[in-house]
């Protein structure tokens, strides 16, 4: 063994990157959760909003060793949550950029709420991939696209339910968590949107999501093998 050899079991230099890019991102998520937590507009619509950092977060972390996830997903996640947190924190409706976004453009209404539900099919899809090509024979099969569209597709539809539930229960407290915007379609538009977003992910990031998953440490245990493949 040489010097410039790894020692057994130790990290080695391409896995060091991969070690602390999940700690950044979690300093970067938990650092963006707690500025928007201070003085939202609304503690309950903050809450609701974000309540999937708040759940997905501490997974993340207690499973990290026994399954971690690839770069891309890590990063992809990340961003997913901060843009979760500035909705909370202004509600979807009345978020600053978007309302940059809708003067320059001439819209009717602030689109960060069609943004943040292109966000909720692009991010989930890479997720329910990675899950499936791991955990399944799905990996290298034709069928692993469409069921990764449609799951997400599902998730957003099972978040409508959730959306109409809380308008239910809160009335008009729930508005500003709904962000509809008096738009009759909003429901019909956030699925459409979940739904371009989980398509676009899978067309531009499946190869480099499957070359992450053949690199990623430990795979060969968590990752199904395609058929034909030895």
């Known amino acids: 063994m040489t010097e410039d050899s790894p020692t057994p079991g130790g990290p080695t230099p391409e896995r060091a990157p991969r070690r602390i890019l999940p700690v950044a991102l979690l ?8 500025v928007s937590a201070w003085n939202p507009y609304d503690r309950m619509t903050w809450f ?45 409706a009345q978020v600053p950029l978007g309302d940059w976004v809708r ?25 329910v991939r990675e899950l499936l090509s791991r955990t399944s024979p799905l990996r290298g099969s034709r069928w692993l696209a469409p069921l990764t569209v449609c799951a997400c597709l599902a998730f957003s539809a099972v978040f409508e339910m959730f959306e109409w539930a809380a308008a239910v229960i809160g009335g008009s407290a729930a508005d500003d968590f709904l962000a509809t915007q008096g738009d009759v379609w909003d429901t019909q538009w956030d699925m459409f949107c979940a739904l371009i977003g989980a398509t676009v992910s899978v067309l531009l990031l499946s190869r480099l999501h499957d070359r992450q998953l053949r690199g990623l440490a430990g795979v060969g245990a968590t990752v199904a093998r395609s058929p034909g493949e030895r």
């Not at 819209?107 to 991010?123: A, C, E, I, K, T």
């Open 48 to 92: 609701l909003e974000t309540v999937w950092i708040l759940i997905g977060l501490p997974s993340a972390v207690l499973y990290r060793r026994r399954f971690p996830f690839t770069s891309l997903l890590y990063c992809l996640l990340a961003a997913h949550a901060l843009v979760l947190a500035l909705g909370g924190h202004y509600t979807y």
């Open 27 to 34: 300093v970067v998520v938990v650092a963006g959760l707690a």
């Open 103 to 127: 003067d320059w453009l001439g819209l009717d209404r602030n689109p960060y709420d069609r943004f943040g539900h292109l966000m909720q099919g692009f991010v989930p899809a890479i997720l």
